[in-house]
């Protein structure tokens, strides 16, 4: 990046003050609501990889809107000395690099500015396959709070004073490698974002998905009725929409039993 540390190393996605292209029925669709904003700080090496696909569909509308915004700070400007250094080798040895305490703490300080200290309302998350699994439930979490602050790991990682100091919380996209955080940030605010109230048209969708009773999503199906001679179930297209609620749940309940027994056992222990 060309950014120097005298330049804000910060940039904003919310794209409504600057888009020429904003027609005007856009602007009367929704309300415009940029002050008070759920907002997403985003600590990165790779600031272009933002907004991404969250620029697209449904989360780039509520992007324009001013719904949401998302603000990327460049980690390169907080690097030191004459190439803008922010990783150095591990302590004790090993490969790879680490990112350093001093350079993130900087940009940390940076990202603080302007959001609730209280951590249950703007929380503080370090992407890294140590943390907390990432589910749905932290997903209505984190929408339900002002906003949040994301740090993209990269290398091997950050050190570890880092987020002991911050008391950051970590999580994790799942069980697996990725080569740096930007892709789970995306996951992860894609999940949030659409949770958003006014971002998905249809907020009843929200409430009948996959996770939100606890049980995975029922099939789903569309026209043409018939295709390569596989018909719909018949019960969908019976209208008898009692038939239809008690097939979707017991579709529901054995697609749920077969593939996540963790989930299922989870629903009986609560349904108990
Ligand atoms: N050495 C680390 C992995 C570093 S991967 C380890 O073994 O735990 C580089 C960066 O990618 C991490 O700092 C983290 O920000 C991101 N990352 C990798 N896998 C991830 C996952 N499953 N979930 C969230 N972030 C991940």
Known sequence: MTDTPEDAPSKSH??????????PRDLMEEPLHVKDAWRAKVIT????????????SLTGKALDLGLWALDTIDLRPFGIGKHLNVDDTPAGGGAGMVLRADVL???????????????????????????KPFNQAM???????DGLTMLCGRFEGVDQRLLDYHDVEEVSLGDF????????????????????????????????????????EHPQY??????????????????????????????????????RPDLWQAWLRRKA
């Open 14 to 23: 919310g794209r409504l003050s600057v888009r020429a292209s904003l027609r």
């Open 45 to 56: 090496l790779f600031p272009d990889a933002f907004p991404g696909i969250l620029g697209l």
């Open 105 to 131: 703490d900087a940009a940390l300080t940076e990202a603080s500015l302007g959001t609730p200290r209280d951590r249950t309302r703007w929380p503080l998350i370090y992407l890294s396959p140590r943390g």
């Open 139 to 145: 997903a209505r979490r984190f929408a339900a709070c």
């Open 177 to 216: 490698v990725l080569t740096g955080g930007e892709i789970a940030a995306t996951a992860l605010l894609d999940a949030t974002v659409r949770l958003l109230p006014k971002v998905l048209g249809n907020q009843a969708s929200t409430e009948e998905e996959s996770f939100s009773h606890g049980l995975l």
């Open 222 to 259: 569309t026209r043409p009725a018939v295709w390569n001679d596989l018909p719909i179930p018949e019960v969908l297209t019976s209208g008898n929409h009692a038939a239809i609620a008690k097939w979707r749940q017991a579709q529901a309940e054995a697609i749920t039993k077969s593939r």
